[in-house]
Nanobody
Framework: QVQLVESGGGLVQPGGSLRLSCAAS????????MGWHRQAPGKQRELVAT???????TYADSVKGRFTTSRDNAKNTVYLQMNGLKPEDTAVYYC???????????WGQGTQVTVSS
């Protein structure tokens, strides 16, 4: 079992920045593939970014060049640095962890990001 706890959300003005963190429990973090999703009111949850156990990353087209995900295996933590935030980035952001070999996915509880002036 892997437990995930997100933090770092909040209210920010358009053009501003936030860094989300997702801390994982347990001793298998280094082999987990990690990802970030978001869900805006009335919309489906969408994939924002992923990072493999080896550190390779992918991004949704809507956030490329503005968001960066990274991981610190010593701290069991994955980060999502969000720059140039837009009102359309407003959503609840969820961290997920995939134990690929077992076909398991774990979710955090989510953190609210609101971009508004």
């Amino acid at each position: 079992q892997v437990q995930l706890v997100e933090s770092g959300g909040g209210l920010v003005q358009p053009g501003g920045s936030l860094r989300l963190s997702c801390a994982a429990s347990g001793s298998i973090f280094s082999i987990l593939a990690m990802g970030w999703h978001r869900q805006a009111p009335g919309k489906q949850r969408e994939l924002v970014a992923t990072i493999t156990s080896g550190g390779s990353t992918t991004y949704a087209d809507s956030v490329k060049g503005r968001f960066t995900t990274s991981r610190d295996n010593a701290k069991n933590t994955v980060y999502l640095q969000m720059n140039g935030l837009k009102p359309e980035d407003t959503a609840v952001y969820y961290c997920n962890a995939d134990l690929v070999a077992m076909g398991l996915r774990y979710w955090g509880q989510g953190t609210q990001v609101t971009v508004s002036s």
